[in-house]
């Protein structure tokens, strides 16, 4: 659809490689000479991250590669888009990010794929809180930025974000994560990573609990794809009627 939009013709199709056999498979995708790059999805984005000879900030604090870029025949330059596609929907939820107090719940891949463009998009706080506290704790001390910090259940009290994601994967398996402690009564955008055909149980969660508004992440599911193609073709897509078509699609 992007292509389309930009009179671009690309071809664009799935690769289904062996569970142990990443590598070869990229490698003999990029063996075709006009193989431009790829997206990489699970469980293969840290091989990526090992294949890739140059990372950008994102995929380097999260090893997780989405996105490959071949820009020479030595260089594979690797990326990870999912913070910035992040940004990009809050921002098409109307929500200002500069000086915002942020709550990450999750310390996984994907909460580390986006810590990066959060701050750069000039956050002034970010908490990650996760069931287990020590990998919130890791991200926070490798991050070396004072402005985010791991908070157990006791910080969790005392603590009021404008702007609270879920990057768990627990929605995938239709669970919540411990939500006890979260107060939602100062929230403007509860953020569900996942998405569904329907709100996804922590939307609904958030929404009882104070939550002025929700959404899920179909919007950043198509922003890291409009930046991945940014990526490989220099051009910038409209991400709206994507959005909106596999809005419809969904909901069939
Ligand atoms: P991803 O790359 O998608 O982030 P991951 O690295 O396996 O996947 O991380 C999944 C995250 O979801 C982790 O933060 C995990 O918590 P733990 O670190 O304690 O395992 C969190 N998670 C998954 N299921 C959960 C659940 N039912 N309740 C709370 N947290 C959950």
Known sequence: MFAEQCQLAIQYDKISAPEKGFS?????????????????????????????SHL????SLAQSVNTLHRVDDQTLNGY?????????????QGVALS???????????????????????????????????????????????????ALDKPGLMSFNAD???NSTSASLHNTLPDLEHISFADC??????????????FMQHASDAGAKKVADGLGMLVEQAAAAFTIWTSEVPQSKPVIN????????
Do not use: W
């Open 24 to 52: 070869e498979a990229a490698q003999a995708f990029f063996a075709n000479p006009e193989a431009i790059g790829c997206n990489v999805t699970s469980p293969f984005k840290g091989a990526a991250a090992a294949l890739a």
């Open 56 to 59: 950008n900030n994102a995929a």
């Open 80 to 92: 990870n888009t999912d913070g910035i596609g992040l940004v990009a929907d809050l921002q098409n």
């Open 99 to 149: 000086d915002k107090t942020l709550l990450i719940i999750g310390a996984g891949g994907a909460a580390r794929g986006v810590v990066h463009p959060l701050l750069d998009a000039g956050i002034k706080t970010l908490a990650i809180t996760n069931r287990t506290i020590a990998k919130a704790h890791h991200i926070a001390s490798q991050v070396e930025d004072s402005r985010v910090l």
């Open 163 to 165: 702007i609270i994601i």
């Open 188 to 201: 403007e955008l509860a953020y569900d990573m996942a998405y569904a055909s329907k709100p996804t149980l």
């Open 245 to 252: 078509s596999l809005r419809q699609q969904l909901s069939l």
